[in-house]
């Protein structure tokens, strides 16, 4: 079972830079979600190939697997509809000026 992906850990690293750049936590918070989620899903395929898992074990690995992955894609479709709710230059990964500029208003007061 392999997670299907919209972002590249690069890219989710470059959406992390931003926010926190601008102090804008929403996309961050997601981002790091997702990638917390995919660290999930690799540990529980790699515990599901140990020769001396028993059968209940293979299976509780199998299905938070599952989880994880349900999971990673709505916070990655999750992600990529902020993106766009907030306007963001999706080739470039910039979160848009307008954002920008209320972390500029409320940190020079």
């Not at 992390?16 to 918070?29: G, I, T, W």
């Not at 709505?74 to 470039?92: A, F, N």
Request: glycine residues 2%.
């Amino acid at each position: 079972m392999d997670l299907e992906n919209k972002f590249t850990a690069l890219q989710l690293s470059i959406i992390n830079n931003q926010a926190a750049l601008y102090d804008c936590a929403c996309p961050v918070h997601i981002s790091m979600q997702i990638s917390n989620l995919r660290k999930l899903f690799d540990y529980q395929n790699t515990c599901r190939e140990m020769p001396s898992e028993s059968a209940v074990h293979l299976k509780v690995h199998q299905r938070i697997a599952e989880a994880a992955k349900q999971a990673h894609q709505l916070m990655e479709q999750c992600l990529d509809e902020i993106l766009d709710l907030e306007g963001w230059d999706r080739d470039k990964l910039e979160m848009p000026v307008g954002l920008r500029s209320l972390r500029e208003e409320s940190g020079s007061d």
